[in-house]
């Protein structure tokens, strides 16, 4: 099976109440960790690259074969999207014309008006689209805004253009959560929720959100949960106990398959224990 389109198992997520984890991906590796996540616990899943990232890779053909070879070369059974995450209008374009399944327009820097155009272009071009109404908080890939509710009629207007679900600020925050983080704002997803006439709905911002919050927002209409700094965060601190320890001084420990292994590993089970708590688990 090759890459998916993510229409289906979203629409899916949502009727079944549960969220499909769209894990951004970084290189070779982080991709290789997440299939093994998802495959071994049953999980259809999006993996999403942003732009910054697909370059950092090659580009975002590279990163469409990538995929597809290592769903051929792994095995892999379950449903599997790739999606670009909060891309230009540009970018959304060359992501339809390579083969990302589905695409993020992220127009909330515009103005509503020019924001409600742009979608309106993507979505006549691509079969699964996301679009994004109110900042997300916090900083990513060198975006960075200060995060917003959204509009409930704002939101009604780009859900009525036909997106297949949508981004929409609700206190959440890209990156870590600062420890006197208000949590997410309930009051405003029920708006969204009721003003949008019951389309899947996308949490950004995922990593680090207490799971009671991740359910209620589930059960409230979200059926996509994005993270990125989650899996980063635990790479990174596996990494470093590794070479605290001296362990890649230690006989052929600086290959960079030993040096990595540790890291990979808790990418693998971190993904593991999201799926788990998103409800995806044991749905593919
Ligand atoms: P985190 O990095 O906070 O998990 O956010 C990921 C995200 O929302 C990607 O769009």
Known sequence: MKIVSA????????EGHYAIPAFNTNNLEWTQCILKAVQETR??????????????????????????????????????????????????????EVGYSSVMFDGSHYSIEENIAKSKEIIALAHAV??????????EDGVTSNGELADPAECKAVADLGVD???AGIGNIHGKYP????GLNFERLGEIKEAIGGKPMVLHGGS??????????????????????????????????????????AGKGYDPRKLLKPGCDAIVAKAKELCEAFGAAGKA
Not at 7 to 14: C, E, F, G, I, P
Not at 130 to 139: A, D, L, M, T
């Open 179 to 182: 420890a006197d983080w208000a």
């Open 208 to 249: 680090g959100i207490p799971f009671e919050q991740t359910s209620k927002a589930v059960s409230l209409g979200v059926s996509k949960i994005n993270i990125n700094t989650e899996l980063q965060l635990v790479f990174a601190d596996a990494t470093r106990k590794y070479i605290e320890a001296g362990k890649d001084l």
């Open 165 to 167: 679900f949508l981004a």
């Open 43 to 96: 999980t259809p899943v999006m993996i999403q690259t942003s732009e910054g990232a697909a370059k950092y890779m090659g580009g975002y053909k590279m990163v469409v074969d990538m995929v597809n070879d290592l769903i051929e070369s792994m095995g892999i059974t379950v449903p599997v999207a790739l999606h670009l995450d909060h891309g230009t209008y540009e970018g959304a374009k060359a992501c339809i």
């Open 7 to 14: 229409t289906d198992m979203v629409n899916k997520a949502h």
């Open 130 to 139: 996301e679009c994004e109404v109110g900042g997300i908080g916090g900083s």
